[in-house]
């Protein structure tokens, strides 16, 4: 079982920066993409930012050039760090980890999602 802790939400004015880190424990074997996604209220949850093993990132649009997606690949550790922050990125922010586990009986993949963490821009 692969468990995804989540931090680093909070209160923020609009051009401010935020920093959120989410990492993964339990029964791995490897990781493939680490991503972070996020939801506001009444919107359906949408793709933020993902890395894969060698780098790549990937953005949503509305986040290019102010975001950065990070991984630490030794800590099993994802980061979003987040700047010149507006009120429409208020949500809630889920981290989101693919990869491989082996619980004693076979490698077996997983998809864990983290707890989500509250990030609130104020204008």
């Known amino acids: 079982q692969v468990q995804l802790v989540e931090s680093g939400g909070g209160l923020v004015q609009a051009g401010g920066s935020l920093r959120l880190s989410c990492a993964a424990s339990g029964t791995i074997f490897s990781i493939n993409a680490m991503g972070w996604y996020r939801q506001a209220p009444g919107k359906q949850r949408a793709l933020v930012a993902t890395i894969t093993t060698g780098g790549n990132t990937n953005y949503a649009d509305s986040v290019k050039g102010r975001f950065t997606i990070s991984r630490d690949n030794a800590k099993n550790t994802v980061y979003l760090q987040m700047n010149s922050l507006k009120p429409e990125d208020t949500a809630v922010y889920y981290c989101?980890?693919?990869?491989?586990?082996?619980?004693?009986?076979?490698?077996?993949?997983?998809?864990?999602w983290g707890q989500g963490t509250q990030v609130t821009v104020s204008s």
């Open positions: 989101n980890v693919n990869g491989r586990s082996d619980p004693g009986y076979g490698l077996r993949q997983f998809n864990s």
